[in-house]
């Protein structure tokens, strides 16, 4: 019950357009969901994170849905530019656990000018 | 306040050798998780340590193995290496009672 399922593996979108990725957990015990952002060669840069107490945070450009029943939650993003060309990864922990993440398989995006 | 950082940043190693990672957490930060990405996948967690001790471990075997030092820094050792053994290796460092954890830029091992 550790997965966490994450759609589509890649995407392509116009600049100043939307962005959404998709992600679903199987263990309801997570409470804590970030993404994270990575650039070729880099680590992963949190970029925003969501707990199942609330159904919506935003941040800039970014916003993270969370839909507790459904076990799923998605990010947004807003205005797309070039630069948020990167590889983004949903993951979940348990706070109880320590926090260890576990990690979807990753969205491609590509933000055409 | 400095980052997570990781040394070396690349590593060549022949199959069956062994290889030490190391990596300096967070200024502040406790606990270091280590994390293995495959390429193409996302990260996999290997195990935490906090306060010089494993604080859980994921689905990896016996011959990954770390330590944690009194200055928070902690090392990752890899023996027998394997062919998939070739990754991405991730540290990540954060505070034992918030949820954020903040990565290193990686070492990658190639085991030819």
């Known amino acids: 019950q550790q997965q966490v399922k994450q759609s589509p593996q890649s995407l392509i979108v116009q600049k100043g357009g939307i962005s959404i990725i998709n992600c679903a957990y199987e263990n309801t015990a997570f409470d804590y969901f970030p993404w994270y952002q990575q650039f070729p060669g880099k680590g992963p840069a949190l970029l925003i994170a969501i707990r199942p107490d609330v159904s919506e945070k935003k941040e800039g450009r970014f916003t993270i849905s969370f839909n507790k029943s459904a076990k799923q939650f998605s990010l947004h993003i807003m205005d797309s530019q070039p630069g948020d060309s990167a590889t983004y990864f949903c993951?979940?922990?348990?706070?109880?656990?320590?926090?260890?993440?576990?990690f979807g398989g990753g969205t491609r995006v590509l933000v055409k000018p | 306040e400095t980052g997570v950082t990781q040394s070396p940043t690349h590593l060549i190693k022949t199959r069956g050798q062994q290889v030490t990672l190391r990596c300096s957490s967070q200024?502040?930060?406790?606990?270091v998780s280590w994390y293995q990405q495959a390429l193409g996948q996302g990260p996999q967690f290997i195990f935490q340590y906090y306060r010089e001790e494993e604080n859980g471990r994921g689905n990896f075997p016996p011959r990954f193995s770390g330590l944690q030092f009194p200055n928070y820094s902690s090392e990752l050792n890899v023996n027998a290496l394997e062919l998939d053994d070739s990754a991405l290796y991730l540290c990540?460092?954060?505070?034992?009672?918030?949820?954020?954890?903040?990565f290193g830029p990686g070492t990658r091992l190639t085991v030819t």
């Open positions: 200024s502040g930060h406790n606990t």
């Open positions: 993951a979940a922990s348990r706070q109880a656990a320590g926090n260890k993440l576990t």
């Open positions: 990540a460092s954060s505070l034992p009672w918030r949820d954020e954890q903040y």
